[in-house]
């Protein structure tokens, strides 16, 4: 089992900044992804960033030119520093890796999430 370990979320003004980390506790083979989705009351979890094995990054619209998605492979680590905050990123940020076996079978994990809240 991986277990994923958030922190960095908390309270901050809007146009401020935060910077969540996230480590894996171990790895099972080969991650090819990481990154953070997050999920606001009464809506679904949605997509902020993700980052692959090479380096590659995709960004919801909302929080491109904001946000930055960054990754160290060899302490299977996953940041998102997040810049010029918004009311309306209050959420809980969760998480997200997926490893891939020497099986080649495919698990996604999920950390417990870390709140963010965004005072304007």
């Known amino acids: 089992q991986v277990q994923l370990v958030e922190s960095g979320g908390g309270l901050v003004q809007a146009g401020g900044s935060l910077r969540l980390s996230c480590v894996a506790s171990?790895?099972?083979?080969?991650?090819?992804?990481m990154g953070w989705y997050r999920q606001a009351p009464g809506k679904q979890r949605e997509l902020v960033a993700t980052?692959?094995?090479?380096?590659?990054?995709n960004y919801a619209d909302s929080v491109k030119g904001r946000f930055t998605v960054s990754r160290d492979n060899a302490k299977n680590t996953v940041y998102l520093q997040m810049n010029s905050l918004k009311p309306e990123d209050t959420s809980v940020y969760y998480c997200y890796t997926q490893i891939v076996t020497i099986t080649t079978t495919l698990f996604d994990y999920w950390g417990q999430g870390t709140q963010v809240t965004v005072s304007s």
């Open positions: 980052i692959t094995s090479g380096g590659t990054t």
């Open positions: 171990r790895n099972i083979g080969i991650i090819r992804a």
